[in-house]
């Protein structure tokens, strides 16, 4: 029996429960796979602070060049993260004939291309899995479960801190900031959220997730991103009253034959979509296939386990690749000839939420429907509260479907009107469910 | 670019819907697999009848032997269904050499260790994934998304013809009976749906995926097995009561190091739990693993197009095996040498739900708690109905945790009490989740 051996650079969460389920699954893994997975060399700065799994102290270093260097090494996993050091390191693996595993979402999503076309010449692969979803095997799905399908959609809930907050916020009624200190007293929330509440960590997870689906390459600069900091515990009540939830959703689909959408905001989902049970720090991804109809995968977003599970099974599939000598088997990502224009965002359409500040006059909601009205927006239903804070009264309204470029112009304008005391918001529907 | 040949037996709704997806995706395959697929014949026995796609009639056979014959054939998928002579076809198939797909899940249930070692001798591959909810890739993720894990439980609802019938039955109270009308009306019930009513279509997907999640051998008659029929709306009714919903659930799950439970019959479900919003014909499976922790996978159960994907994306799996001449990648099942006990069910334990069925006497529900009391069953909480029937009235009660073999004796003596007029309902909970 044939043993493949390892190199893991970045001994961090992790790095460490790669360790831990390689060793405590050894005996299940190797009649998985009828071989055999060793890990030959751990990399890092520290080696010498305790972790929570024994590892013999040899095949510490804090040698990276040693490890890539180490010819009997068959497999690098790179769980250091970020931009630099890691994509050299990756760069040079490749260089030495060596097959990559990595969960560097950021990484991927900036610099995704460079790397995928230097394995795909040095006839090595990179495997992503634990970069999108760790708890849910997204990218085998797509690739490989779907591969006979036309993608319509992909909806992800793909950013487990910014759907604690806005679940707890429906949950409990909490604000946006009380919902995010608890994330952050329980772990869930790094000290900068930023990423996470902004949606760039969701934005980078979809421009790893909507090549692999369309066939089209997608940079981050090509994405809507907008964060969940604004949403408020009213906008979910009000939502809940119109039969939706709130989630930041990742969402990437076809519109006509030639045009994707590709964007990261919170959205409005029907109340009783499967979707919206996703609660907590749970990931969810949607996806429509033109013969497999609607699939759903659920797991848990990160955390050290899932990733872990996630990097192992990708350390599985290269061991069988290089069991039975087949590298390139599937490729990391392939662009198809017939590329899709990434339609921007100000082409888009749906249907809208909006809760206008207004003060308690009678003509009110009459030149806000005249405004809409002159924008081609027809508006399906609407909430006027008694409710009244320092004066100001909110209008909650639906929309029919409208122009995204239409609603902006509409909202700048009643923005300007001077019953109209704070900003408007606006939240968008999705339509695919 | 090599082109890789499809020897089809079976021209049915399954083997239609084949042959269209690989007719209109034909192109967006291609670029996926780096490589071309092609349906080189398709036998059935009858080859007039006309289709819903248009296929070259000089491909059409309904010689099974010239097809397995054919020398440039790669891969034989078979899609007649049932034992004979679809068992012999993909024997014969094996010993040409060729690879084979197959959606037959009768077949692999009670066979299928013949046939997997026959292909393992033949050192070709036998891929299923349409064998068990087309419309979710289960096998391609519990072989390969969560390799690296022990399975603690798949928990799952794969038979789609008893989910609409339950569904019906909570949403619109209808009866049994009505559900399974208006079931056969919309073509989701077959003429003679006892196989899923029963509970034996989910026991044959059961027997094919405990033994992926376990390592260990599954017969049919290792399950214990329990259908719909007897499910009433009233119990639909009186479990949501108590919070749960009623699901037909296939459950295979480790009980301790060295046991496993493999079992199907309706479940209470706490409401609020995934499982329970899935509804109508949809499938689901809910999997938990050492590392990963709980996953869910939604989506269509059968039907034409679901099944089809699944068989393509099989087809797509052996072309790669074949494309980089890596047979048996993946073992369609490996058995582990520490075979595990399948526990009988007398010795399983759980809560329970019973209904009972009384005269409306003041000493009744005393006599019922003494029975139960002396074989330790301990009551969580009952509900004791006004509406009466004929006299008759329903008790209904929640138990804590009891032992199936004490709830069976006690059952047994209550039921042949004076008082009790009919035989008390009893329906288990699930505890894993």
């Given at each position: 029996m044939r043993t493949i051996n390892i190199g893991l650079i970045g001994f961090g969460?992790?790095?460490?429960?790669?360790?831990?389920?390689?060793?405590?699954?050894?005996?299940?893994?190797?009649?998985?796979?009828?071989?055999?997975?060793?890990?030959?060399?751990?990399?890092?700065?520290?080696i010498v602070s305790p972790r929570s799994v024994e590892v013999d102290k040899r095949i510490l270093t804090t040698d990276v060049e040693a490890l890539l260097d180490d010819s009997e090494i068959d497999i690098i996993v790179e769980l250091i993260g970020g931009d630099e050091p890691a994509k050299t390191y990756i760069l040079e693996a490749i260089k030495k004939g060596k097959h990559v595993v990595t969960a560097n979402k950021a990484l991927l999503a900036e610099q995704g291309e460079e790397i995928f076309?230097?394995?795909?010449?040095?006839?090595?692969?990179?495997?992503?899995?634990?970069?999108v979803g760790g708890g849910m095997p997204i990218i085998k799905i797509l690739k490989e479960g779907l591969v006979a399908n036309r993608i319509?959609?992909?909806?992800?809930?793909?950013?487990?801190?910014?759907?604690?907050?806005?679940?707890?916020?429906?949950?409990?009624g909490s604000s946006f900031q009380e919902a995010l200190s608890e994330a952050k007293r329980l772990g869930y929330a790094e000290a900068d959220p930023a990423m996470d509440i902004e949606g760039i960590d969701s934005a980078h997870k979809l421009t790893i997730l909507a090549p692999i689906g369309f066939g089209t390459r997608v940079r981050l600069s090509d994405l809507y991103v907008e964060g969940i900091a604004e949403i408020t515990d009213r906008d979910i009540q009000y939502a809940r009253e119109f039969g939706y939830s709130i989630k930041l959703l990742a969402i990437a689909k076809e519109v006509g034959d030639e045009e994707i959408e590709v964007r990261v905001h919170p959205t409005l989902l029907p109340q009783d979509h499967l979707l919206s049970s996703v609660s907590g720090i749970f990931n969810a991804c949607y996806l429509r296939g033109d013969?497999?109809?609607e699939v759903l995968i659920y797991g848990q977003g990160a955390g050290q386990m899932p990733t872990a599970s996630a990097v192992a099974a990708d350390v599985v599939d290269l061991a069988r690749n290089l069991l039975s000598r087949s590298p390139g088997r599937v490729p990391a990502i392939s662009y198809w000839p017939s590329v899709k224009r990434i339609r921007p965002m100000e082409e888009s359409q749906s249907k809208y939420y909006f809760r206008f500040s207004v003060v308690d006059q009678p003509r009110v909601l009459a030149e806000i429907s005249g405004i809409l009205g002159q924008n081609d927006i027809s508006i399906a239903s609407v909430i006027q509260k008694e409710r009244r804070e320092l004066d100001i009264v909110p209008i909650v309204m639906m929309t029919h479907e409208a122009k995204e470029m239409a609603v902006r112009l509409a909202l700048k304008k009643i923005d300007e009107l001077p019953v109209v005391k704070a900003k408007t918001m606006l939240i968008r529907v999705e339509s695919m469910i």
């Open positions: 969460t992790v790095g460490v429960g790669l360790v831990k389920v390689l060793k405590s699954n050894a005996s299940l893994i190797k009649e998985r796979l009828k071989g055999e997975l060793q890990i030959k060399a751990i990399a890092d700065k520290d076309e230097a394995a795909r010449r040095g006839g090595v692969d990179v495997y992503f899995e634990g970069s319509q959609c992909i909806l992800g809930i793909i950013n487990g801190t910014a759907n604690y907050v806005l679940s707890r916020m429906s949950q409990e013969c497999i109809g």
